[in-house]
């Protein structure tokens, strides 16, 4: 089975602090994604990787960065937290021609 | 481009009956087509996939859905709901193409009545 690890399930943050959200998966997987999810809004893409070093803007990357070092591990980053950052993060992983799969998911609060 | 509609923000049903979740899509190319489910709190869990093949496909715990091109919908159906299966529902589709993400519907929340 697929395994989606986020590091921290609930996460505390202060306005202009920096956030490293992780996420590892244990499949080999190409592809990894980042999403976030807000009630009302869905599921939306903040950035998503097709190979070590690679990524891709998806559809609100705008006060995030990405880092994916090694295959198996693709990290998000706030570089300065704001309030309108708390939300549900969730990482994702697949392979091309399959299905994603997901962490758990990381629920930020910056106050 | 690509979209997903789930008309049905919140769906409550009695534990027992049937249940039908709409998702419908535009996509350019032949689709691949998702149902995830998600209980509170809890990241996506796969439910069913259809990809190419027989269009009515079966999925975990005693979910169908059936792909019909000529009306841009993927159903999600379940003869008899259990009070477990009380939680949000995504429809999704993707490509197959190298990096092609995916697009989510809004979401449907099913409530079941005891």
């Known amino acids: 089975d697929v395994k989606v690890t986020q590091s921290s399930r609930y996460l505390v943050k202060r306005t202009g602090e920096k956030v490293f959200l992780e996420c590892v998966q244990d499949m080999d997987h190409e592809n990894m994604f980042w999403y976030r999810q807000d009630p009302g809004l869905g599921l939306r893409l903040i950035y998503f990787?097709?190979?070590?070093?690679?990524?891709e803007k998806g559809d609100i990357p705008e006060g995030y960065s990405v880092s994916r070092e090694k295959k198996e591990r693709f990290s998000l980053i706030l570089e300065s937290a704001s309030t309108n950052q708390t939300s549900m993060y969730l990482c994702?992983?697949?392979?091309?021609?399959?299905?994603?799969?997901f962490g758990n998911g990381t629920r930020l609060t910056v106050t | 481009a690509q979209s997903v509609t789930q008309p049905d923000i919140h769906i409550t049903v009695s534990e027992g009956a049937s249940l039908e979740l709409r998702c419908n899509y535009s996509?350019?190319?032949?689709?691949?087509l998702f149902w995830y489910v998600q209980s509170p709190g809890q990241g996506l869990q796969l439910l069913l996939k259809y990809f190419s093949g027989d269009t009515l496909v079966q999925g975990i715990k005693g979910f169908e859905a059936e792909f019909k091109r000529s009306q841009s919908s993927f159903n999600l159906r379940k003869p008899s709901v259990h009070w477990s299966d009380a939680a949000e529902y995504f429809c999704a589709v993707g490509g197959d193409n190298y990096g092609q993400n995916f697009v989510f519907g809004p979401g449907t929340r099913l409530s079941v009545l005891p």
């Open positions: 994702a992983s697949r392979v091309v021609g399959s299905p994603l799969h």
């Open positions: 996509y350019g190319a032949t689709p691949y």
């Open positions: 990787s097709y190979d070590v070093k690679m990524k």
